[in-house]
C-alpha cells in the first residue's frame, strides 16, 4: 500500500466550477500536509500547507484536513484556465521529508 | 519570498557522459536540500537527502555513485548524473529547506535530462 494515494484524473472542468481533489494517506503519523501546483516542466508550488484538522482557507483554495480518516482535500472555487494543472499532496510526519501523492491532472475549459 | 534557481533547465548528453546539475537557493540559507526524479505523468520520487558540510543521506534503491551529490554551501548544492544511459532520461528537481522552520519547501524549476 502506498502511504499517499491520490487519483490521477485527469479532471475536467468548466471554468467557474469547483474543483476539488482529495488524497488517503495510510500513516497517522503525518502530522503536516501541503498542496502543490505543477505546471507542465516546472518545479511545484506550494499552494496551501495546514498541520492540524480543520479548515484552512487562501483566497479561492480552501484546504481540509481529517486526521481521524486520513483523508485531505483541496478545493479550488471560482476556476479559471490559469489553474489547469497537475495538483499534488504531499505529507509529512515530521515537517522534514515530504511524501506526495501521484498528482491530479486538472484541465479548466473556458 | 523564497526562491530556487536550478541550471539547466534542460539538457542532452550523450550516453557514457557525466552531467552536473546545480541548485541554488538565492535569497534563504538552505540548511538542507532534497533531489527528486519525476517521470511523466508521475509524482516526485526523492531521491536523496543533503545537508551542508555532510554527506548526502540516499533512499533505497538510489546509486550513491552513480548520482552525486555535493552540499558544499548553504546555497549551492549539486548533482552529478555519472555514465549517464539512456534510462536515467528524467525530470530532475530539486528543494530547499532554510534555518528557520519556514513551512514548506521551495523547488527549483527542474531539470529534464535526456540521454541519447
Known amino acids: 500500500q502506498k502511504e499517499v494515494e491520490q487519483d490521477p484524473g485527469p479532471l475536467s472542468v468548466p471554468e467557474g466550477a469547483i474543483v476539488s481533489l482529495n488524497c488517503t494517506y495510510s500513516?497517522?503519523?503525518?502530522?503536516?500536509f501541503m498542496w502543490y501546483r505543477q505546471y507542465s516542466r516546472k518545479g511545484p508550488e506550494l499552494l496551501m500547507y495546514t498541520y492540524s484538522s480543520g479548515n484552512k482557507e487562501d483566497g479561492r483554495f480552501t484546504a481540509q484536513v481529517d486526521k481521524s480518516s486520513k483523508y485531505i482535500s483541496l478545493f479550488i472555487r471560482d476556476s479559471q484556465p490559469s489553474d489547469s494543472a497537475t495538483y499534488l499532496c504531499?505529507?509529512?510526519?515530521?515537517?522534514?521529508?515530504?511524501?506526495f501523492g501521484a498528482g491530479t491532472t486538472v484541465t479548466v475549459r473556458a | 519570498g523564497a526562491v530556487v534557481s536550478q541550471h539547466p533547465s534542460r539538457v542532452i548528453c550523450k550516453s557514457g557522459t557525466s552531467v552536473k546539475i546545480e541548485c541554488r537557493s538565492l535569497?534563504?540559507?538552505?540548511?538542507?536540500m532534497f533531489w527528486y526524479r519525476q517521470f511523466p505523468k508521475q509524482s516526485l520520487m526523492l531521491m536523496a537527502t543533503s545537508n551542508e558540510g555532510s554527506k548526502a543521506t540516499y533512499e533505497q534503491g538510489v546509486e550513491k555513485d552513480k548520482f552525486l551529490i555535493n552540499h558544499a554551501s548553504l546555497t549551492l548544492s549539486t548533482l552529478t548524473v555519472t555514465s549517464a544511459h539512456p534510462e536515467d532520461s528524467s525530470f530532475y528537481i530539486c528543494?530547499?529547506?532554510?534555518?528557520?522552520?519556514?513551512?514548506?519547501?521551495?523547488f527549483g524549476s527542474g531539470t529534464r535530462l535526456t540521454v541519447v
Open positions: 535569497d534563504f540559507q538552505a540548511t538542507t
Open positions: 500513516n497517522s503519523a503525518f502530522q503536516y
Open positions: 528543494s530547499a529547506r532554510g534555518v528557520k522552520a519556514n513551512y514548506g519547501y521551495t
Open positions: 504531499a505529507i509529512s510526519p515530521n515537517d522534514y521529508k515530504l511524501s
